[in-house]
């Protein structure tokens, strides 16, 4: 292979939806420091500092080659001055100081512990940092307050921050085409987020629920987790109702449409090698709230771990509006929405796309979309940005 004297004519377009983007690219050791700054950033809730960060990693992410030098750099775009300077500390002396102190400060590890606490946010984890709590543990002992879903976190830590696998994730998609079929026939489940992406590990699984007859999808979320529910194979779950409010001037739809839209932040109880056969009878849900943990005496062990599974419910109608928003990464859906506004003037949701004249833009496919935005299409193997 050719030295860097020679870069190669990459032209790399500045936005990240522009771009492929495959899950295995060859500088992770520029990207993984990068993203310790933006995670960094985003613990001080500097919010424009960690998306540089990010969009600086994923402009790396996109290139054919192993960055070797400063030359290789020249014309890519996103690249801030602080970026540059850490690519080029890495470049010359292996590490980045700020990334190496970063890494380990009292302040980043502690903030990584507690937000790694399922239901906790940087707010709480802030607070509680400056309390003097450094890890999970620490606000039981402190008996801190904790709501259920946090509560649900501290008990089932260690495994919800344990990578579920992929073969996790196909045995929970039995489970929840069961659960599915079980109350509703006809339904398409598809699992979402980085699953589809083609990753190998995730944080959680997600789904994306739907029904070709419009409509037949309503209330199908309770009765999901009522089954579940009643087959002990929920150890949290909390529904939250579509917060879709961005389309006031938008196409005449029925008010009740906002409830159709939903989402369960849930925990699983996965059976190691029999999956889909949920044996514990430990079940106390009240079918009257919207969130409950069940099973709170039982830890994992060696029959059964828990795994983070998302489920969100979309009417047919914005199915693929649906599919593209949750099948990520962060990253590129973010960088969709700015390209939809700053470059089209357009808006572009999880459930819709308008116009810069407030028409709404159907389609019936992500292909569909991406030309609506004039887009070249990227399939999800290469949204990985
Ligand atoms: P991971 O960490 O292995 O689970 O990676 P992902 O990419 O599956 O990340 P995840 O599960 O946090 O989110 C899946 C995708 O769903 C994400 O790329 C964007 C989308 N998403 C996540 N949360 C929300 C949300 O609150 N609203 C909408 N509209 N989309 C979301
Ligand atoms: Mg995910």
Known sequence: P????????????????QRRTPLKHHNTFLTDALEILAENAEFNENEG?????????????????????????????????????????????GTSSEVESTRQSEQYQAMKALTGVFGVGVKSADRWFREGLRRPLDL???????????????????????????????AISHI?????NAVLSGAIITLMGGFRRGKEVGHDVDFLITHLEEGAEEGLMPKVLNWLEEQGLLLYQKTTRN?????????????????????????????KGKEGSGTSLNTSYDSGTTEGITGTTEQPGPSWRAVRVDLVVSPFSQFAFATLGWTGSKLFERELRRWAGQEKGMSLSSHALYDSKQRYLRANSEEEIFAHLGLEYIPPSERNA
């Open 243 to 271: 917060s879709y409010l961005e389309s006031k001037d938008g196409p005449a739809r029925p008010p009740h449409n906002l409830d159709r839209f939903e989402r369960c932040f849930s925990i699983f109880k996965l059976e």
């Open 2 to 17: 050719k030295p860097s004297a020679d870069p190669p004519a990459t032209t790399v377009k500045s936005y990240a939806c």
């Open 176 to 180: 929840v085409e069961k659960a599915v």
């Open 140 to 170: 039981i002992h402190t008996g801190q307050k904790l709501n259920l879903a946090q509560q649900a976190g501290v008990q089932y830590y260690n495994d919800l921050n344990r990578p579920v696998t992929k073969r996790e994730a196909v």
């Open 49 to 93: 500092r960690s998306v540089a960060f990010r969009r600086s990693a994923s402009v790396l992410k996109a290139l054919p080659h192993v960055v070797r030098g400063m030359d290789d750099l020249k014309n890519l775009p996103c690249l801030g001055e602080h970026s540059v300077r850490v690519i080029k500390e890495i470049l010359e002396d």
